[in-house]
């Protein structure tokens, strides 16, 4: 797992799909950034809609691969259920 900040300039998000339930909506986003170890990720959920009642939840350095692609490849064959676990887990 990596250690340290991720600095700005090298991360970039994608958003991957929208969960709605228990009367929210939250976009699930993958942050992804490179080291010399190769592409890192993490989801991140941010509230949707014009007046978001909550606060961004950003979850752990969970994924990997040696190229962006990959890290979101992996990001999308996480099932439902599972992001929907993670994001209660981050309340």
Partial sequence: M???????????SSPIRRLNGDRSSWRVVVQTWSDRDGFHGRFV???????????????PDA???????????SAYDVPEERLRALLHSLA
């Fill in 45 to 59: 959920f941010e509230p949707d809609g014009a007046r978001p009642a909550r606060e961004t939840r950003e979850g």
């Fill in 2 to 12: 990596r250690t340290g900040s991720i600095r700005d300039a090298e991360r970039r």
């Fill in 63 to 73: 994924l990997t691969g040696t190229s962006r692609e990959d890290v979101l490849r």
